[in-house]
């Protein structure tokens, strides 16, 4: 989805993990949420099975109660969307200081995905890439599986070391030749 903003920039939401966009939650509807999460734990049962229909419930939930927020990184207006699906905008009375109030709590701290990924087929001499959010230093385009290969290992590396990875994922010619997840380490 794009939406065009007011002061004519463009607001982007075709991926996850984005900093200027978050969900939104009522206070009416909050400790509903919960008491819903309480009740998961607390009941869930003892099979995987249990457990996965438990949080699957709460991820329902959590859907049916938020409202979408996004803000424009040019001019800092939110966008929250209603009832009807439809935006409504808020204007900031100062002046955008280019700071997301949408961003994590937890700055740059927040857990974050690694992506590579290496295609023989692509056409041209650009075959990999390698994604990260906000890590100019892990986010890339290679021409050559080594050097994709040493980059993502020693970004993994680091953002362990760091405690900012929430997953990793590797594939080559679309094969996972290497995954890491939070569990891996617990």
Request: net charge negative.
């Amino acid at each position: 989805m794009k939406i065009r903003c007011d002061c004519g920039g463009i607001i982007v939401d075709q991926t996850d993990y984005l900093p200027y966009k978050g969900h939104l939650i009522s206070d009416q509807d909050w400790f509903d949420f919960l008491d819903a999460i309480d009740r998961a734990i607390e009941k869930s049962g003892p099979a995987d099975k249990d457990k996965e229909r438990a949080a699957m419930g709460i991820r329902r939930m959590a859907a049916h109660l938020t409202k979408l927020i996004y803000q424009c990184t040019c001019c800092g207006r939110l966008y929250v969307s209603n009832e009807e699906e439809n935006l409504e905008t808020f204007v900031k009375p100062e002046p955008f200081e280019g700071k997301s109030i949408l961003a994590s709590s937890l700055g740059g701290n927040w857990k974050r995905p690694l992506i590579g990924d290496w295609d023989d087929s692509r056409k041209g001499s650009i075959k990999g890439y390698l994604w990260c959010m906000d890590l100019k230093e892990g986010e890339g385009s290679f021409d050559s599986w080594g050097n994709l290969e040493e980059t993502y290992y020693d970004t993994l590396l680091d953002l362990k070391e760091k405690n900012i990875l929430r997953s990793a994922h590797l594939k080559k010619n679309s094969e996972i030749v290497h995954r890491w997840s939070m569990e891996d380490d617990t």
